[in-house]
């Protein structure tokens, strides 16, 4: 997907990574001999997440990226006929950077999710029950600290 990092140095040399996500803003430091220190730094705003489910007729719907919190992206959902709905998150609409829960039909705080990347799987899905037509948000924090609740 032509998505990645490329670290380069002398051979044998040690190269510390460090990640830092913070308030919505990822940060990677990059410190070695040669190069010294190095930080990059973007915000999640420069991705987008969008929700594929039953909610949306299994077709990418982009998130909302909230004005006065970096880093949360949300998505409002009306329970159809049935009662529930299911959903996966995807990052820039490419399957490979799917975010999703550690095991299907999770409710919101019950799994660590998964992701982006070869850590999620494609069979599970969140899933929202509830009355037919009562109004719900799907958010997406990276402010969150557990895990569960992102």
Not at 14 to 41: C, E, P, Q
Not at 63 to 75: A, D, E, I, Q, W
Request: hydrophobic share 40%; aromatic share 12%.
């Amino acid at each position: 997907s032509g998505k990645h990092w490329l670290v380069s140095g002398a051979e044998f040399e040690y190269i510390r990574i460090r990640l830092f996500v913070l308030d919505g803003l990822i940060s990677v430091a990059v410190t070695s001999k040669t190069l010294g220190m190095r930080k990059f730094t973007g915000a999640s705003e420069t991705y987008a997440y969008y929700v594929v489910g039953s909610c949306t007729g299994w077709i990418f719907e982009q998130m909302t990226p909230c004005s006065n919190l970096r880093g949360r992206f949300v998505f409002p959902v009306c329970i159809g006929n049935l009662g529930l709905e299911e959903f996966q998150i995807v990052t820039d609409k490419d399957w490979s950077l799917l975010l999703s829960p550690a095991w299907t039909h999770a409710s919101s705080g019950e799994a660590m999710i998964l992701g982006p990347g070869s850590g999620a799987h494609h069979k599970n899905a969140w899933r929202i029950v509830g009355e037919p037509q009562d109004q719900f948000e799907i958010v997406l924090n990276f402010n969150e600290q557990d895990q569960r609740k992102v």
